[in-house]
């Protein structure tokens, strides 16, 4: 995919987010869309070094040290980028990625049938399993910072 396409989809995929943004969340459409282009920034310029750069270094790893590293207290843009993206829901960036993930996988419905039924079977199993490690984890983790 050409980095043009690769920014048209992230702006698709960003305007989407900020009408969910504004249908789950108490924030404006205005005042998310700065939030929105740093995300949309960010992920970018992440896709772009995870190409360029030589090593087979995914892409999202570089968006996820990039944006650790921004938002870092004590770096000069962090509380600005912060309260930037604190206007953005995160289940609303999951709506148009979900969606896109739907859609990807209806294409690929014939190499999913072929799989017999045991895939549905750990399919199952694989969620049920993320869900529950989740919820554990979460649960002692809000215990031993007092929030419940």
């Known amino acids: ?15 989407l987010s900020l009408i ?29 070094l995870g190409k360029v750069i030589p090593g087979g270094i995914p892409g999202v790893a570089y968006v996820v040290t990039i944006g650790c590293i921004l938002t870092v207290p004590g770096v000069p843009c962090a509380a600005a980028i ?22 990807a996988i209806c294409k690929d419905l014939d190499v999913f049938a072929e799989s017999s039924w045991r895939i549905v079977v750990v399919s199952c199993v694989v969620f049920v399993g993320t869900y529950i490690g989740s919820a554990i984890i979460a649960q002692l983790i809000l215990k031993a910072i007092g929030q419940i």
């Open 20 to 48: 969910a943004n504004v249908v789950g969340t108490k924030n404006g459409f205005v005042e998310a869309i700065p939030g929105m282009l740093f995300l949309i920034a960010l992920a970018f310029v992440g896709i772009w």
């Open 1 to 15: 995919m050409k980095m043009s396409e690769t920014l048209g989809v992230l702006l698709i995929c960003g305007f």
């Open 82 to 103: 912060s309260a930037a993206v604190s206007k953005v829901g995160f289940m609303q960036l999951c709506t148009p990625i979900l969606a896109y993930a739907g859609v």
